[in-house]
C-alpha cells in the first residue's frame, strides 16, 4: 500500500489507509464472529436412533468466521477508507441512495406488472431458472426463491398502482368540482407536491385492496391467503386498539392479551351456554372486556413506566392462569370447542347436516368452504375498520386529547382541570373493550380456544406492533403487522430462517426509525397550513 | 383590605416525614399580585403547589373566595378557576400550539374560546406566528409564554405563575413580567408570582412574602421589601 499518497485534484488527500489498524480490526471481527458461529454453526442436533445426536461441524465455523475477517480487512481498506471512499464521495452524488431505491421501485413495479399480467410466467420463471442449476437442492431453493419474489413485487405493483389510480380519480373529480377547491387554502395546495400527494394515497389503496382482496387472490391459494390477512387484520386490530392505551395514554400494558382471551371466552361460554348469536355477545364481550379493563385500571392509577409494565404483566398471567385453574367455568386446559360457527343473517355456511338452509343453497352456488372464509374476511375488516374509525374520532374530541397529554404530562394535565383518574381507566376500559371484540371474533374463527392461545407471547407480539409502527400511528400498526404476522408467514418455506429474518428485520427497523415506522404525530387542529414536525426533533415528555 | 381571594391559614405541608412548610399564613386580595420569594428549597414551590392540592396541607386551611379547598383533589381545584402556570413550563412538547391553548380551554366555555386566542395571540403575537408548531420545538421563552396562554384561556380569577423566569433571557423576563403587568392593570386579574428573580418579582407585585425553610419571615408591600436590608443582602447583592 502507498502510503499518504495525495491527490492532485483539490486539497483533499485521500486518507492513508492503515494496513496495521484494518489488520486489528478483521481480527477482531473474526474472533466474535467465531464465538458466534461455533455455537449456531459449528453445533447441530440431528435426529438419530435413539433420540438426538450432535454433529460438529467447527470446519464450517472456522471458514465462516475467516469470511468474516477478510470481508472486514477489505471493507477497512478500501470501502470505509482510503480510495473506496474517495470514490464514493466523489462520483455518487448525495442522493444516490434515492436514485437506487426509486430504481428498485420501478424495477419491482415493472416485474410485478408482468407477473400480474402475465399469468404463469412466474412458474416458467422458476422452471427456468431451475434447469440452469440442474441439481435438486437448487432446483427447490431457486423456486421458494422466484416464488416469494414474485409474491412481493406483485404486491409492489398492486399497491403502487392502486395509490396511481386513486389519485388520478381525486384529481379528475376534484376538477370536476370546483366549490370543493375551496376548502383547501391555494397556499397549502401549491405547497403539495405530486410525490407528497402520491404517498398520501398509501392508506385508501390499502382500504381498497382490503376490500377487494378476496376477488384478487382468487384461485388456488386463496384459502390459504384469505387465513393469512384474517390473522394479520387481527393483529392490526389488536394493535389498534393497545394503541389507545399505549400510544395515546402512553399507559405500557404489557398483559393485553387478557383482554383479548377475556373477549374470547365471554363469546364461547355465552354462544355455547345459551346458544346466543355472534352479534349479541360481541357487544357484550366488549363491555366484559372493558369492565376487567377498569378492574385492572383501579390498582395500578399511581403507577408509571417499569412498574406499570410489570403489573400489567403480572395481570395478563393472572388471567390466564385463572381460566387455566377454573375448571368448572371454563374447562382448564381442555378449552372450549364446538364454539358456533358464523352464520349469514341466519343461513348457514355448513355443507350438510343441521337444520335451515344453507347460504350455497339459498344463493344457488355451488358449496365451496372458502364462502365462511370470505365471510369471516369480511367480519374482522369490517371490526378492524370500525376500531380505527373510533379511535380516530376519540383522538379529535376532548378525552382523546386528554389521553394524549396525560402521555406528554401528568402534572400539568391535573393543573389544567383533567381529572387524570378517569382518563385512565376510559383508555384502560376502551382499548380493552376494543380487545375483547378481537377476542370474540378469534373465538368464533377458531372454533376452539384454550389457555394456550393468550399467552405472554401474544402480548408481546402486539406491544412489537405497536412499538415498531410508531406510537399513536395508525397506519404505522397496519404497515408492522403485515410485516410481523406476514412476514413468518411469508417466509414460512424458509424454515429455520425466517427467525433471523425476523430478528434482523427488527434490528433494521431500530437503527433507521428508533421511533417506529411511523413517527411524526399528526396534529388534529391545522389552520392553514399543514405542517409535520418528525418525532425525532421534539423532545419526549419527561414524567 | 377588602376580604381576600385567595387565603392560606397556619398550613403545614409534608413529603413523607419531611415538613417542607411550617403554619404558613398569606393572603391574596383581588386585583392584586403578590409574589413570594425565597432561596433555592425553601418551600415556594410547595406552597403553590399545596395551593393546588399536591402535597395536600396535613394542618391548616386554604380558603378560595369562601370555598374551603384544601382537601380537594387538583382538577377540582383547578374547576374553581384557578389556573397554574406550572415550574419548568411543561407544555405539551409533542402537541402545537393550538392543540396546548385547547387543552387549556377544556374548562372554559366553547363560545368564549375564539375570544381568549385572541386575546393570548395580542399578548404574545410569536405564538400565532408559531400556532401549527410544536410545543417541544419552541423556544425556551417561547414555550414559557405558550404555558402562560395556556392557563389564561381558562379565564381564571387567578392565576399561579411559578418561576416564569427559570432559564430565560433577561430580556424575555422582562417582555413575560410587562404582559403579566398589563394583564392585572387592564384586566384586573389577581396574579400570585412564585420567582426568585427577587428584584423584577418585587418591582411588579403590589405585595410580596418572603419564605426562608418553609416559613414566611418577612412580607410587606413590593418597595417595602426591597428596601429592606435582610432582602437586600440575601437576595438582591449576591450575599454581600
Known amino acids: 500500500m502507498a502510503e499518504g499518497v495525495v491527490m492532485a485534484t483539490g486539497a483533499r488527500s485521500i486518507e492513508a489507509p492503515d494496513v496495521g489498524e484494518a489488520l486489528k480490526q478483521a481480527i477482531i471481527a473474526s474472533g466474535i464472529a467465531l464465538i458466534l458461529f461455533i455455537a449456531i454453526v459449528g453445533i447441530k442436533t440431528e435426529n438419530a436412533q435413539g433420540g438426538l445426536a450432535l454433529i460438529y461441524r467447527f470446519g464450517a465455523a472456522f471458514s465462516l468466521a475467516a469470511t468474516v475477517g477478510v470481508v472486514r480487512f477489505l471493507f477497512d481498506l478500501f470501502v470505509w477508507r482510503g480510495l473506496g471512499r474517495e470514490i464514493m464521495q466523489r462520483w455518487l452524488p448525495a442522493g444516490t441512495l434515492g436514485t437506487v431505491m426509486t430504481a428498485l421501485v420501478i424495477a419491482a413495479y415493472l416485474l410485478g406488472a408482468y407477473y400480474f399480467i402475465v399469468p404463469g410466467s412466474r412458474l416458467a420463471l422458476?422452471?427456468?431458472?431451475?434447469?440452469?442449476?440442474?441439481?435438486?437442492?437448487?432446483?427447490?431453493?431457486?423456486?421458494?426463491?422466484?416464488?416469494?419474489?414474485?409474491?412481493?413485487v406483485i404486491a409492489v405493483f398492486i399497491v403502487l398502482s392502486a395509490m396511481g389510480i386513486i389519485m388520478a380519480l381525486r384529481r379528475l373529480f376534484s376538477a370536476a368540482i370546483p366549490a370543493?377547491?375551496?376548502?383547501?387554502?391555494?397556499?397549502?395546495?401549491?405547497?403539495?407536491?405530486?410525490?407528497?400527494?402520491?404517498?398520501?394515497?398509501?392508506?385508501?389503496?390499502?382500504?381498497?385492496?382490503?376490500?377487494?382482496?378476496?376477488?384478487?387472490?382468487?384461485?388456488?391459494?386463496?384459502?390459504?391467503?384469505?387465513?393469512?390477512?384474517?390473522?394479520?387484520?387481527?393483529?392490526?386490530?389488536?394493535?389498534?386498539?393497545?394503541?389507545?392505551?399505549?400510544?395515546?395514554?402512553?399507559?405500557?400494558?404489557?398483559?393485553?392479551?387478557?383482554?383479548?382471551?377475556?373477549?374470547?371466552?365471554?363469546?364461547?361460554?355465552?354462544s355455547t351456554s345459551f346458544g346466543w348469536s355472534f352479534w349479541i355477545c360481541l357487544p357484550l364481550a366488549g363491555i366484559l372486556a372493558a369492565f376487567w379493563g377498569i378492574m385492572l385500571g383501579f390498582p395500578v392509577l399511581r403507577l408509571r413506566g417499569d412498574y406499570l409494565a410489570i403489573v400489567t404483566l403480572a395481570f395478563g398471567e393472572m388471567i390466564r392462569i385463572l381460566l387455566l385453574n377454573w375448571q368448572s367455568l371454563t374447562n382448564g386446559p381442555n378449552g372450549i370447542s364446538q364454539i358456533p360457527k358464523p352464520s349469514f343473517f341466519g343461513l348457514s355456511f355448513d355443507r350438510f347436516g343441521g337444520s335451515g338452509t344453507k347460504f350455497h343453497e339459498f344463493f344457488g352456488l355451488q358449496y365451496d368452504a372458502v364462502y365462511r372464509i370470505i365471510f369471516l374476511y369480511y367480519i374482522i375488516l369490517a371490526l378492524a375498520l370500525m376500531v380505527n374509525f373510533a379511535s380516530q374520532r376519540l383522538r379529535r374530541l376532548p378525552i382523546g386529547r386528554a389521553w394524549e397529554a396525560l402521555r406528554e404530562d401528568e402534572i400539568a394535565c391535573r393543573s389544567l382541570g383533567i381529572n387524570t383518574v378517569t382518563t385512565k381507566l376510559t383508555a384502560f376500559a376502551i382499548g380493552a373493550m376494543f380487545g375483547g371484540f378481537a377476542g370474540s371474533f378469534f373465538a368464533m374463527r377458531q372454533g376452539f380456544i384454550s389457555p394456550e392461545s393468550f399467552t405472554f407471547h401474544e402480548s408481546a407480539?402486539?406491544?412489537?406492533?405497536?412499538?415498531?409502527?410508531?406510537?399513536?400511528?395508525?397506519?404505522?400498526?397496519?404497515?408492522?403487522?403485515?410485516?410481523?404476522?406476514?412476514?413468518?408467514?411469508?417466509?414460512?418455506?424458509?424454515?429455520?430462517?425466517?427467525?433471523l429474518i425476523f430478528g434482523a428485520s427488527m434490528v433494521v427497523i431500530m437503527v433507521w426509525r428508533p421511533r417506529g415506522l411511523v413517527s411524526g404525530r399528526a396534529p388534529t387542529v391545522v389552520l392553514k397550513e399543514h405542517k409535520v414536525i418528525s418525532g425525532g426533533l421534539v423532545k419526549e415528555g419527561a414524567g | 383590605m377588602t376580604a381576600p381571594l385567595l387565603s392560606v391559614r397556619g398550613v403545614d405541608a409534608f413529603y413523607g416525614n419531611i415538613q417542607a412548610l411550617r403554619s404558613v399564613n398569606m393572603d391574596v386580595a383581588p386585583g392584586e399580585i403578590v409574589t413570594l420569594i425565597g432561596a433555592n428549597g425553601a418551600g415556594k414551590t410547595t406552597l403553590m403547589m399545596t395551593v393546588c392540592g399536591k402535597p395536600q396541607a396535613r394542618h391548616g386551611q386554604i380558603v378560595f373566595d369562601g370555598t374551603d379547598i384544601t382537601k380537594l383533589p387538583t382538577h377540582e381545584i383547578a374547576r374553581?378557576?384557578?389556573?397554574?402556570?406550572?415550574?419548568?413550563?411543561?407544555?405539551?412538547?409533542?402537541?402545537?400550539?393550538?392543540?396546548?391553548?385547547?387543552?387549556?380551554?377544556?374548562?372554559?366555555?366553547?363560545?368564549?374560546?375564539?375570544?381568549?386566542?385572541?386575546?393570548?395571540?395580542?399578548?404574545?403575537?410569536?405564538?400565532?406566528?408559531?400556532?401549527?408548531?410544536?410545543?417541544?420545538?419552541?423556544?425556551?421563552?417561547?414555550?414559557?409564554?405558550?404555558?402562560?396562554?395556556?392557563?389564561?384561556?381558562?379565564?381564571?380569577?387567578?392565576?399561579?405563575?411559578?418561576?416564569?423566569?427559570?432559564?430565560?433571557?433577561?430580556?424575555?423576563?422582562?417582555?413575560?413580567?410587562?404582559?403579566?403587568?398589563?394583564?392585572?392593570?387592564?384586566?384586573?386579574?389577581?396574579?400570585?408570582?412564585?420567582?426568585?428573580?427577587?428584584?423584577?418579582?418585587?418591582?411588579?407585585?403590589h405585595r410580596g412574602y418572603v419564605m426562608v425553610n418553609g416559613k414566611i419571615t418577612l412580607s410587606g408591600t413590593g418597595r417595602e421589601l426591597l428596601a429592606r436590608d435582610e432582602v437586600k443582602a440575601a437576595y438582591l447583592e449576591g450575599g454581600r
Not at chain 2, 409564554?145 to 424575555?172: F, K, V
Open chain 1, 126 to 152: 422458476a422452471e427456468t431458472l431451475s434447469d440452469i442449476f440442474g441439481d435438486n437442492e437448487w432446483r427447490s431453493r431457486s423456486r421458494i426463491f422466484v416464488e416469494l419474489t414474485g409474491q412481493l
Open chain 2, 80 to 205: 374553581m378557576s384557578i389556573a397554574h402556570a406550572p415550574e419548568g413550563r411543561r407544555i405539551f412538547p409533542r402537541m402545537t400550539v393550538m392543540e396546548n391553548l385547547q387543552m387549556g380551554a377544556l374548562l372554559a366555555p366553547e363560545a368564549k374560546f375564539a375570544e381568549a386566542q385572541e386575546m393570548v395571540f395580542s399578548l404574545f403575537p410569536v405564538l400565532a406566528k408559531r400556532r401549527n408548531q410544536r410545543g417541544g420545538t419552541l423556544s425556551g421563552g417561547e414555550q414559557q409564554m405558550l404555558a402562560i396562554s395556556r392557563a389564561l384561556m381558562s379565564w381564571p380569577r387567578l392565576l399561579l405563575l411559578d418561576e416564569p423566569s427559570l432559564g430565560l433571557a433577561p430580556l424575555i423576563v422582562q417582555q413575560i413580567f410587562q404582559v403579566i403587568r398589563e394583564l392585572n392593570a387592564k384586566q384586573g386579574l389577581t396574579v400570585f408570582l412564585v420567582e426568585q428573580n427577587a428584584y423584577h418579582a418585587l418591582k411588579l407585585a
Open chain 1, 461 to 499: 407480539l402486539i406491544l412489537a406492533i405497536v412499538v415498531l409502527g410508531g406510537l399513536g400511528s395508525q397506519i404505522g400498526v397496519v404497515v408492522a403487522a403485515v410485516a410481523l404476522i406476514g412476514s413468518s408467514e411469508f417466509f414460512r418455506d424458509l424454515e429455520d430462517y425466517r427467525m
Open chain 1, 180 to 270: 370543493s377547491r375551496e376548502a383547501v387554502p391555494p397556499a397549502a395546495r401549491a405547497e403539495k407536491t405530486t410525490l407528497a400527494e402520491f404517498g398520501q394515497q398509501f392508506a385508501p389503496a390499502l382500504l381498497v385492496i382490503a376490500v377487494i382482496l378476496p376477488v384478487l387472490v382468487a384461485g388456488p391459494q386463496q384459502r390459504y391467503a384469505l387465513d393469512t390477512a384474517i390473522q394479520i387484520l387481527t393483529y392490526i386490530m389488536l394493535g389498534w386498539g393497545l394503541n389507545i392505551v399505549v400510544g395515546l395514554a402512553g399507559l405500557l400494558d404489557l398483559g393485553y392479551v387478557a383482554f383479548y382471551a377475556v373477549g374470547a371466552y365471554s363469546y364461547a361460554l355465552l
